[in-house]
């Protein structure tokens, strides 16, 4: 059985765009969950960090950023049993860094019309499919609105 379903109703969608409310149990609980069902996990902070890190001072960051984060997901995801490539990612705040002035929402929905990308998220989530962390009018946050990103759990395979 698929995370996803058996008729393949979310993965026909525009957008395989999930998400894992993480709050209750933590995210080490999930990553754990993840490896067993061998969906690749990626920390998107650390990963971003690392490569800000080392293009510091760079005049085109944004794009580079940008062109970073295609490129971190789809070389991590992997194709599953079911034939869908997918990838769980977690940490995203680091992509509201005003220093890098990119879209990680938008960028995260175009990269999921071709692979599935599960976003372990440990913080606040509104009915409106909007992420955040402390208040849900703070400009610091996700909005997935427009995206239809569906709730799920780690139950089965993708």
Not at 45 to 57: Q, R, T, V
Request: hydrophobic share 40%; proline share 2%; charged share 30%.
């Amino acid at each position: 059985m698929e995370i996803f379903d058996p008729e393949n109703k979310y993965v026909t969608k525009r957008f395989k765009l999930f998400w894992v409310d993480c709050q209750d149990k933590g995210i080490d609980h999930f990553l754990a969950e993840a490896e067993e069902l061998d969906i690749p996990t990626l920390n998107i902070g650390k990963e971003i960090a690392s490569f800000l890190k080392d293009n510091e001072g760079s005049k085109f960051l944004s794009l580079e950023t940008e062109e970073e984060l295609k490129k971190l997901i789809n070389q991590n995801s992997k194709v599953l049993k079911s034939g869908n490539s997918a990838i769980a990612i977690y940490n995203l705040g680091i992509l509201l860094e005003p220093a890098i002035k990119i879209d990680g929402a938008k960028i995260l929905k175009v990269l999921s019309k071709d692979v599935s990308i599960i976003i372990l998220w440990e913080a606040l989530c509104s009915d409106s499919a909007y992420f955040y962390w402390i208040k849900e009018n703070d400009e610091y946050g996700f909005s997935f609105s427009d995206a239809n990103i569906n709730k799920i759990t780690l139950q089965y395979e993708v």
